[in-house]
């Protein structure tokens, strides 16, 4: 086995055990939070994080992409790698203080937001470290056993802070604020490591610089805010038009979802620096194939199990969330290839407005499928479902088309 590959997949089982952490860790904590919290509480808190999320995208702004392919081509040079993280590293964070400009404006004006004011800015403010984290600096250096440990320093203290702290449904907003304190924890932590082991040398970026990355990760951006409209504007309508309560079940669904995409979000993840400089198609293909069947088996668990699974990890006041999670089975499989499809194999190649173009066409179909419903009124938990399941599917098809049409699997 090659160098590269070695290095691949020591990276690719360093960002698997991490999504461990990740996806399996919640889970030691959610099963006793959705206990102690009731359904509303929960549900006004996964509404606040679905507009939260805009933001998170706004101070992202593509950089998981961008940054990472920057840093994977140019690692080896020094002046290069300072360059690049300072001056992603200093827009995330005038990004960021726009966002607490915006989210002051809207409090004044959104009578949803004033009144869980507290749980926004909690839920804004832990982007303070996600921002010092920079997980996307490791992931361009690829160095992923660095994110490997910040993540479970941060979960391992996080569980255990809620199981002697978090005790009542009135202690939710301390427990948002475990979350900020653990971020904050890994993020300080995350800044060390890269000053020592990597060299960094922390500078403020000149506002050209700042102007020239957001210039340049604006496609990756845009493509993102696609992702994530389409994904988060379910929420927001759901909440808007049928309450807190119906977005609980809608969200713990699409946690558990997301939770068995994780795999394929890890591998990717691995996958778009090394595409992205040796172009292995060989070795993409026969992925590709064991992903595949990896998707048709989970596809089918999910909707066997999706009873004693939301038993398990949120209790039986969640029954309403079963059917949805089996809705959402069907889409497993399309997902993920979908992902494998997009970045690690179409933008290694160069095809990165294609890649982007998805998320538009994806975003288009669901927000057209809202206002269908909307106008039919027939926005429910079970419609709204069926539309982002089928979204998937759509997404697939899009990226497949092109697929074909450059021959890239031949």
Request: proline share 2%.
């Amino acid at each position: 086995m090659d160098e590269k590959k070695k290095n691949l997949i020591n990276n690719t089982l360093a960002l698997f055990i991490n999504q461990v952490f990740v996806y399996i860790f919640p889970f030691i904590t959610v099963p006793y939070l959705s206990r102690v919290y009731e359904v509303e509480t929960f549900g006004r808190i996964f509404y606040a994080q679905s507009i939260i999320d805009y933001f998170v995208l706004f101070t992202s702004f593509g950089f998981g992409f961008f940054a990472v392919r920057e840093l994977a081509i140019h690692r080896n040079n020094s002046e290069d790698k300072n360059r690049i993280y300072n001056n992603v590293f200093c827009t995330q964070w005038v990004l960021f203080f726009i966002s607490c400009a915006v989210l002051l404006i809207l409090q004044n004006f959104v009578p949803q937001i004033r009144a869980d004011y507290y749980i926004y800015w909690i839920l804004l403010f832990q982007q303070t470290g996600v921002i010092l984290y920079s997980a996307w600096f490791f992931q361009g250096m690829e160095d992923m056993k660095f994110i490997t440990i910040l993540n479970f320093i941060g979960n391992v203290v996080g569980i255990v802070l809620t199981f002697l702290l978090v005790k009542k449904d009135e202690d939710f907003v301390l427990g948002l604020c475990i979350g900020l304190f653990c971020l904050l924890i890994t993020g300080l932590i995350s800044f060390f490591f890269r000053r020592k082991y990597f060299g960094i040398k922390h500078k403020i970026s000149p506002p050209k610089e700042i102007l020239n990355t957001l210039k340049s990760s604006c496609q990756f951006f845009f493509a993102e805010v696609a992702v994530y409209f389409y994904r988060q504007i379910n929420t927001v309508i759901l909440g808007f038009v049928q309450g807190a309560e119906v977005v609980a079940y809608f969200s713990t669904a699409n946690k558990l979802f997301l939770a068995g995409a994780g795999v394929c979000y890890t591998l990717t993840n691995a996958l778009f620096p090394y595409m992205s400089k040796n172009k292995d198609k060989e070795f993409f293909k026969k992925l590709l194939l064991y992903i595949s069947v990896f998707g048709i088996v989970v596809s089918i668990c999910i909707f066997l199990f999706a009873k004693p699974v939301i038993c398990l990890v949120y209790s039986d006041k969640y029954l309403e969330a079963v059917k949805v999670l089996q809705i959402f089975s069907f889409a497993f499989f399309f997902n993920i290839l979908e992902v494998m499809l997009g970045f690690p194999f179409l933008a290694a190649y160069g095809y990165i407005k294609e890649t982007n173009s998805c998320y538009i066409f994806g975003a288009v179909y669901n927000t057209l499928g809202l206002i269908i419903l909307f106008f039919l009124n027939q926005i429910n938990l079970y419609t709204v479902s069926i539309l982002a399941a089928s979204t998937c599917f759509v997404m697939f098809l899009h990226r497949i088309y092109y697929v074909l049409k450059y021959k890239l699997l031949k």
